[in-house]
């Protein structure tokens, strides 16, 4: 794109976003006695913060800096987007990810502050009384609100073995109704997406992701857990936009999933290098070698860890010495073999029916895929030839 034509895209994207937030600010706030910059000034955080956190955000949804001031107005007005949250089958680490820290980040700030109508592991109220909440959110909020579906989902024979509340609905049952008159539909975490562990050979329960039990368009949020980034992003990102993300073939919003682990790596220059740690604890371990040969998936893995990372910044699984186990691919357990073991020969592209996960952000061809993952095996064996000291 020239960059007259770039120029003239973004003003036009300023003022939809502009618009948008016109539209939002005229919903009532649903929190009248609290504004965005009071929270974020009671847990310490400045105006400056602030600013540098909407710039961060504003780059990651691949923003011009010129939008940070508009992103800043976005937040103010998220307390206007209802969302009902739930539970199926999972650990609650996807909730944990984002609200768990013990200093909360701005990105757990802005989740207290959206209005969350119902969500289980936050909410006080219990049995009936849980159960009315929800009722009362869906019809209050029909059209409008935002779902947001943590955990895979027990189907078939077994759909009872997730059974919840008063009056027994099994988790498939509320998952359908609240995708009914949901304005977005959004599946947090890898169960939620595509079943995760408890979707995994045998799979007992029959568990499935989300988009299995609702016609409806369901946008992926994988990751076991996903970081807070890629959940407040999301939700940024329906806020400003008001539509669904540019997604890849497994439903994942391109701006979080478009690149490989591998292409994000710090540790790339290692692999380039033929630099690989043989056992943990070696010396190219203590030197940040490349973990490939020690099993880390990054090269068959699309998500944005390196860049976004995890627990407000602090680290991602490859900065901590451990590789890349997969967690955002579907099947992962499955099909990612041991985790401190490479892929070397295997084909990965033939563990899926359909496409390979090089297809799904890059729309490489699957042979170019099973060419590179060979090609992968073979360039760590033809380093270990070359240092056979490493
Ligand atoms: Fe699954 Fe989320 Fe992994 Fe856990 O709930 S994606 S098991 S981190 O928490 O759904
Ligand atoms: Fe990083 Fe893993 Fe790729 Fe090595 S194989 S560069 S550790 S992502
Ligand atoms: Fe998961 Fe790999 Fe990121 S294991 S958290 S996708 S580095």
Known sequence: MNDRIKDITYDSLYKTFEERIAQLKKLPKMREDDS?????EKHGFSRRDFMTWAGAMTAMLSLPATFTPLMAEAVKVADRLPIIWLHMAECTGCT????????????????????????????????????????HA????????????EGGIPVGDT??????????HSG????????????????????????????????????????EVTDKTVINVPGCPPS???????????????????LDVFNRPKWA??????????????????????????????????????GCKGPYTFNNCGKQKFNQGTSWPVQTGFGCIGCSEPNFWDTM??????????????????????????????????????????????????????
């Not at 869906?138 to 579906?149: N, Q, T």
């Not at 952000?361 to 360039?379: F, Y």
Request: net charge negative; aromatic share 8%; proline share 3%.
């Open 36 to 40: 965005i910059e009071s929270t974020i």
């Open 138 to 149: 869906m019809e209050k909020y029909k059209g409008r609100y935002i779902l947001m579906v």
């Open 257 to 294: 999933y478009r690149l490989r682990i591998h292409d994000l790596c710090e540790r790339r220059g290692r692999f380039d290098a033929g630099e690989f740690v043989e056992h943990f604890g070696d010396e190219g371990a203590k030197d940040g070698y490349c973990l490939y040969k020690v």
């Open 337 to 390: 073999g041991t985790v401190n073991e490479p892929l070397r020969d295997r084909l990965y592209a033939t563990t899926f029916s359909g496409l390979g996960a090089d297809a799904t952000a890059d729309r490489i061809g699957v042979g170019l895929l099973t060419a590179t993952a060979v090609g992968i095996a073979a360039h760590a064996a033809i380093a270990a030839v070359k240092n056979p000291k490493k």
């Open 228 to 246: 807070e980034k890629n959940i407040v992003g999301t939700l940024m990102h329906y806020l400003l936009y008001g539509t669904l993300p540019a």
């Open 172 to 211: 498939k049952h509320t998952a359908e109704l609240a995708s009914e008159n949901a304005a977005a539909i959004f599946a947090i975490g890898t169960c939620s997406a595509f079943g995760g562990v408890q979707a995994a050979a045998p799979n007992p329960s029959g568990a499935v992701g989300l988009s």
């Open 159 to 168: 759909e009872n073995f997730l059974t919840i509340g008063g009056h027994g």
């Open 96 to 135: 944990e990810s984002l609200l768990r820290s013990a200093n909360p980040s701005i990105d757990s700030l802005i989740f207290d502050y959206i209005s969350l109508e119902y969500q289980e592991t936050i909410m006080t109220a219990v049995g009936w009384q849980a159960e009315q909440n929800l009722e």
